[in-house]
C-alpha cells in the first residue's frame, strides 16, 4: 500500500504506480487530452496514461498504408484527441467512426455478459446519459476535420457499406464481445503489415468475456494480444 497523494504517484484509472508518467506534462499529449475533454463536453475521465497508449498507437501507425476506423466513438474522447495530436488534417488517410450513436445495443450481449453485470453496467451509463444519442453532435465535434467520416449503425451489419480497402489502425471500443469479435475478425485482412489494433477494455476488470472472444479470434490467425495495465490490449501486426 502507498498513499496515492505522494509526488510523483500516478494513480488513476486503475493504476497505482511510482513509474514516469513525465508523457502527461508533455505541451502535444496536453493538447490532445484537452482536445478529447472538449468532445466530451467538458467531463474528464482522468484516463491519461490510457490516453497515451493510443496515442502512441495512432503515430505508430500514421506511415502505414491504409485508414483508421474507430468502432464504439460515442462522444469521440479518444478519436480527437487522436486527430489533434497527428493534425489529421494534413494526413492522407480517412478517419472512419462507427457507432450506433444511439447508446449499446444490449441484445448483443451474451449471457456471460449479463451474469458478469456488463450490460448492467451499460444500462446505467444510458441512463445517466454517458452516451452520445445525437449524432448531429459527432458530425460537429468532428467538423474541423474534413477526412474524418462519420458512419452511423450497428456493429457488425454497418461494416459491409464501408468503402475500405487497407486499415493502419483500428480501434474497438464497444464495451461488447460480439461486436469486436465481428469488428476484428472483419478488419483482419485489411490491416495493413505494420497496422495497429488498440482493444480499449480488453485487459479491463470484469471484461473476461470480451477478452476470451478476442483471444479465440486472435488465436485462429496466429497472433496473440499484449494485455496492458490500463486495461488494453494491444496487436500489431507483423
Not at 41 to 48: A, L, M, S, T
Not at 91 to 99: C, G, S, T
Not at 115 to 132: P, R, T
Not at 134 to 141: Q, S
Request: proline share 4%; aromatic share 12%; with cysteine.
Amino acid at each position: 500500500m502507498f498513499n496515492s497523494r505522494t509526488r510523483g504517484v500516478y494513480a488513476r484509472d486503475g493504476i497505482f504506480t511510482f513509474h514516469n508518467s513525465r508523457f502527461a506534462h508533455d505541451p502535444d499529449f496536453k493538447a490532445a487530452y484537452q482536445r478529447g475533454v472538449q468532445a466530451s463536453r467538458g467531463v474528464d475521465p482522468k484516463i491519461e496514461w490510457r490516453m497515451h497508449v493510443a496515442l502512441w498507437a495512432a503515430r505508430s501507425a500514421v506511415h502505414v498504408p491504409g485508414d483508421f476506423v474507430e468502432c464504439g466513438v460515442n462522444a469521440g474522447f479518444m478519436s480527437s484527441a487522436i486527430m489533434q495530436r497527428l493534425e489529421w488534417q494534413r494526413v492522407k488517410k480517412v478517419f472512419y467512426l462507427i457507432d450506433t450513436f444511439s447508446g449499446p445495443v444490449l441484445s448483443q450481449y451474451s449471457d456471460e455478459e449479463v451474469e458478469q453485470g456488463q450490460m448492467k453496467v451499460a444500462e446505467d451509463a444510458m441512463a445517466k446519459g454517458a452516451y452520445i444519442v445525437d449524432p448531429e453532435l459527432a458530425r460537429a465535434n468532428f467538423a474541423e476535420w474534413p477526412n474524418a467520416e462519420i458512419v452511423q449503425g450497428v456493429v457488425p451489419d454497418v461494416l459491409e457499406q464501408l468503402k475500405v480497402d487497407q486499415v493502419a489502425f483500428l480501434h474497438l471500443d464497444m464495451n461488447c464481445a460480439r461486436p469486436e469479435r465481428a469488428a476484428f475478425e472483419y478488419f483482419w485482412d485489411k490491416l495493413s503489415p505494420g497496422g495497429v489494433v488498440l482493444l480499449d477494455d480488453y485487459a479491463a476488470y470484469g471484461y473476461d468475456a470480451l477478452a476470451k472472444a478476442i483471444d479465440e479470434a486472435a488465436g485462429s490467425r496466429g497472433v496473440e494480444v499484449l494485455s496492458l495495465p490500463t486495461g488494453q490490449g494491444l496487436i500489431w501486426k507483423q
